[in-house]
């Protein structure tokens, strides 16, 4: 067990920012909803079980209509992509203003709707592609789509749940791998590819080497102590020192006791 | 009669230019095509007997799907300004070339449908806002959009008919002016009103003229018979002149004698 | 009276949100923004007594010179709105960073202009449309464009004044209704109904609904006690409960005793 | 044989329109364009044997290096959507006019090149994603990327052959299949699918459908005679009828006797 | 003489396309335009005797007036930079078609308004920067802007005279060179520089190379008999061969004796 | 001396507003950055020693590579121009969310960079031109850039140093004047010239006086004692008031004695 090994770890997913974000998080996040539009359009081929409806249509059909729940970074990304593909993207959230803010940045080619139950069961029955993008950092995703309205949709249709990694965000999500990334259930492609930036490793690499980078300098400069002394931020992001649980969360989780990082380094 | 009063007639919308166009119609088309998405936003509120959608929605909710029948110039200026306000804009037409040319002017913003009676059918019948902009120069418009079409549509819904000058293409169409514009007909608020342009009329004054303007110098430099003889374009203009009919297609259409401009001048 | 009723009394408009806007006012604000750019179009037909501009006019006359007097919700959407339509818009506001902002969501398709006395009205006396956007929160709008500068506009331009409901921010204005919504006062269009938003009632009510929503539920789920001790925003909302008057503000424009919420419940 | 079976045949690729376009031919291209830059990012997976690049990154990375060569329907559809997903598109053509016109409708979005074999060498082997979209109606294509410009390319970059069902227009291409879709040579993921439309079969056949459905109302109500006499575009459609060969073209490929479509029908 | 040199001249000014076109002025023009609000842009400053107005303004200030007197290549490319850059551009032309498709693709972005004499002094007198974009092939320029519109232009307003290579499309205009490219006449800076495109060598150079690269390869391959027989284009550059003059253009205006190409070689 | 003039002196760059910002910087900021562009297209020509590159190239040529070190208020409008003009625009910053605004704002047109000293040596060498765009408030600016990459870059390429006003960011840079703004040094142009500003005074007076206003009309309104007790943004700008030096970090920097704002007036 890591207590035991008398190690020091440093979770990349709770170190924080000023604005309370987790910044080490926000370029993975990124990079899975840009791709979550990628594999949704390479779903939608006959091949993989799709309908077979090109992702933006050509001139005189019609594009994919896109469904992204979620509007935060994950939803976002994926917003870019689906409009850059020409495809009739809504983007559903319950807070307003991001959807405001969507809205000024995006124009007439974007739409967006207030997120209930009813709503999004109501976008959902009628899209080509739903993205599951609702991640809450540090807990399982709520489960938005329910079996019953995924049996409504439409056959061929495509889900890419990016939320897999906490448990998915549709009822009817199992994690698959980049090797055999969908599956067929009540006719609906499921794509629920764990670790989705795996797939596109150098550009990860690159992203997240972005925002460590000025922790590992700070480490390597001053040392453990000193830096987190100093660095609020990184000190949010060491749960174990020395034998020595720091985080609160996991503490309260597995029972265990909390020393404080100030008190343990 | 205007032959008897030995005048010299020019007719506008016969004059042509060396692609075979009307030059002295577009202007008008164009005014007629943006204004028909104003009047469609206005006719929408409440007191219009519309459905009280906000054209463009606003974030949280939907905009208006707008159905406009024609890619030609009132067409696209329709679409321009429909795209604008934030509307949820398809044009339907047969001629894919023009579809294709959309396409890559609009981007992600329009979608565009290959146009059968079924597609109309079924466009309309969910549409907000149908704009029937099909103009057969010096033909009546057929009757695209049927009574049948129109019960279908939700009520509330609004009908633009930039056509009704020349018989216009809903099946239930009739000329309104613009002091009262619309009528509420199977709950849907028909727009019909004839010379739409009138309204702006400052603004038509200096497109008309823009395009006039050289037909008239040419006339003042040279006189009529000169400029007859010297501008083609401008002699497909001239219909009547000194009691003689100078146009073949009025000839035959009257079963008069036709006698050709350049005889007759 | 309200207080006699024993009712409770949540007011709209004094809900906060985390930032310390009122959340409920944002949709209203932001319908009425974007129909003032449609009825402004409108209200400079001929018929209406405007001077027959088209809006964005068409290609080789000018577009309608509109001036945003205000660059926040109601100006932003009526920026939005007045780009889409092809005219040429300026934002005037005294925050700087405002500015800034709409600078960069809009480019170079948007001109913005810092308020004074001085520049609103030379601006003014240019337009051809005037949206009065300056509301301030449980205040009466200050007169920002006088009498003198109204009778320099030219004849048959049209100010739109969204502020009416609080005043008005135009001198001349008078409250109108859906049903005669303009008044010529200087041969000036003067457009300044009451609740513009209740002409889009439907899109108004979904707004409404998406941001009113989650207080709803929370009262549902918790009653009122729970609800308000739970919900610093809601309290802010609470304005009337068991006779007792809760709101600080109107127990002081009344000189009324002041009982604090959570002493009231 | 398809002579001696009496048949009346008609191809789809030999029918032109009013401009000597191949109208039959325009929307599979322009599928086929679209769908080369979906499949281009789903084979810059790791799993596909690609770099791990994210086609558009995301921000503080690099995006994709993208050439298309050729500038027709295939790359303009190719650039659209390339330039959609955020990736740095350079199209390469001789036609000066076409890259003006390209420059015209995506301004700085997009970077064009003149096309010689120095230039595409040059780009090529700097790209992360080549498109081949040179397609010569009626003959094969030409090797415009030869093994030694392929060998030079970076480890894991992705050519997509729109060209392959004429032949391919890389040296190293040959057919693969929906089901198997690229292989590894010199390191370079080849994408060489054959019928890459069939694919997204539900929007192929609507697209083919806009095109055909005149040719084939034609044939309906006037009869295969009167229709060729009529429709000249048809008739260049027309290759083998009642055992004779009306196609010069495949008459002189194949040495056989030419008889006019006029004198066979 | 070029005559008695025994020279072959190739004019590259007098080789056409297929649509009529001198394919080989257009690069040339392309640079030209967009130098010209480059230059515009530093002609501005105050140090160069202009008025001191930033081209874009920033935001709460007004952007500089731009007026583009010709919408052919050089305009288009002008209009692109200005409105690139911020400014507010107008397009005057009397080609209405061309309005109506910088309008297309440009949309609320560009003002166009119809050139005649008297429109083209409101406006000029109006602008910050005035762009002298007519150029007629073989001719000298018109003198757009006369002497007395120059005079009543406000101080520190610049002009670039894009047409002084073919006299100057602005009364005022005396060509200057790049080491001293402005000079001041009635207050407004006059930008009159000959040769622009040589400022920009590296980029002129390859531009040059890109549309003359084919008829230089056509002569390497085929020697100047067969390819003057072969190619209509380069049959129309070929103006003088062995001592005689091919050029009947020439021929007329230096009363010289004229021999076909065919009939020369 | 300052001090001993009795002077009260109030220090625009020390004036601060409720974000923490320095707002009185702010439009001179803008105003170097859109002018850093129009100075580098200009200084790329052969006449001030560039590389003679078209600043956004033509179709069929490459447009200048641009590096923007900084992604502030210097380094956005400086990127919003070079887009304008079609360059190939790269903006490296170390601030990840601020990359991420400018991604959302300017999507496909814009390439962003984590800024390492790798990173910018790597993007420095390749760039045909660099913009200098960070500065440190009230401090000497860092030198991103050394002599050894000056040295590595293409002869003819052009640096804008607009931090010159507090030492450079490059090591090679020396102040110069608007007179004479540029020299060689290893062949890279160098333009240094200080007060940039200056040179478009018009539109700079307007901008300062949009910010500088409120402080103005406060201290007339009120005197400098109540203004300087009400206005805490004032405050941070007054340095000297009779005798006393009130500014905290002059005090220190100079060694002298320190006495609050408060305590002074």
Redesign the interface.
Known sequence: MLLDSGCTAIAYETIT?S?GNL?LL??MS??AG??A???A??S????SGG?????????????AKVLIVGGGVVG??AA??G??????VTVID?N??R??Y????F???L????A?LDSIEEFAVEADVVVGAVLIPGSTSPKLINRTTISKMKPGSVIVDVAIDQGGCFETSKATT??SPTYLYENIVHYCVANMP???????A??L???T??FVLNLADKGLKEASYDNSHLRQGLNIHAGKLTSLAVAKAQNKQFIPVLDAI
Chains 1, 2, 3, 4, 5, 6 share one sequence.
Do not use: W
């Not at 969507?102 to 940045?105: C, H, P, R, S, T």
């Not at 739409?111 to 207030?114: A, E, I, N, Q, R």
């Open positions: 920012d604005l910044p926000a370029p990124a990079i840009r791709m539009i990628h594999v359009a390479y939608l081929h006959k091949n309908s077979g409806i090109l992702f933006g249509g050509v001139p005189g059909t019609q594009p976002t990304n870019q992509m409009i850059g593909l020409g495809s009739d319950k307003m203003s959807l405001r969507l809205d000024e940045i124009g007439s080619r739409k967006t709707c207030y209930t980049h090797d795996g797939a596109v490793a150098k550009t990860s690159f992203a080497n972005n925002v980078l000025q």
